[in-house]
């Protein structure tokens, strides 16, 4: 079955602070994705990678950072938390190439709260 | 610019009626179309998929449907159950075209209940 881990399901810091968030997949995937999701915004890449140490810019990644030593894992980081970056923060992995490789595998999300 | 858009933030139906969201999007370069499904506090997952080749999809009580010329996809579930309420999102990808590996772009998702 495959699965895709995330470290929290829900965290709260505070503003400034250095976040980390951890995303583990099992299915020997090349691809992975960070998403936030907002309400009636859905689902908005921030960054994804295709290789380890290989990362590219998704559509908002102002304000993120990532981070892919091994290729089971992929790492979010906020630099310096603000209170606009509460919100839900989901994982995703999928295949290089081929059919396959369109459809992604999610884990349970992080909900977290900057205050 | 909103490449993938579901212009229905929300959709309610009875049980045992079919429930169709709809999907519109611009960029001419997506080939591969996707629908998930979200339940609060999961991930999404993935539901069905179809094929710039195709035009209909089939998986059990799910159809999606394209329509290349208008740019328009549709997702039809039939018969509807209760536990089928949940967000959907429309998503759309390039395939590798232009170096894009095979990332999705999101539309903003629709919420359907389906009222017992």
């Known amino acids: 079955d495959v699965k895709v881990t995330q470290s929290s399901r829900y965290l709260v810091k505070r503003t400034g602070e250095k976040v980390f968030l951890e995303c583990v997949q099992d299915?020997?995937?090349?691809?992975m994705f960070w998403y936030r999701q907002d309400p009636g915004l859905g689902l908005r890449l921030i960054y994804f990678s295709y290789d380890v140490k290989m990362k590219e810019k998704g559509d908002i990644p102002e304000g993120y950072s990532v981070s892919r030593e091994k290729k089971e894992r992929f790492s979010l980081i906020l630099e310096s938390a603000s209170t606009n970056q509460t919100s839900m923060y989901l994982c995703?992995?999928?295949?290089?190439?081929?059919?396959?490789?369109?459809?992604?595998?999610f884990g349970p999300g992080t909900r977290l709260t900057v205050t | 610019d909103q490449q993938v858009k579901q212009n229905s933030p929300s959709l309610s139906v009875q049980e045992g009626r079919i429930s169709i969201l709809n999907c519109d999007y611009t960029n001419s370069m997506f080939d591969y179309f996707l629908w998930y499904k979200k339940y609060p506090a999961e991930g999404p997952t993935f539901l069905i998929s179809i094929s710039s080749i195709k035009d209909k999809n089939e998986d059990g009580r799910f159809t999606v449907f394209l329509n290349k010329s208008a740019k328009h996809l549709s997702l039809h579930i039939v018969p509807s159950q209760p536990g089928d309420s949940a967000v959907y999102f429309c998503?759309?990808?390039?395939?590798?075209?232009?170096?894009?590996?095979?990332?999705?772009?999101f539309g903003k998702g629709t919420l359907l209940t389906v009222n017992p």
């Open positions: 995703a992995s999928s295949l290089l190439v081929g059919l396959a490789s369109y459809e992604q595998y």
């Open positions: 299915m020997d995937h090349e691809n």
């Open positions: 998503a759309a990808s390039e395939g590798s075209n232009g170096g894009s590996n095979y990332k999705l772009t």
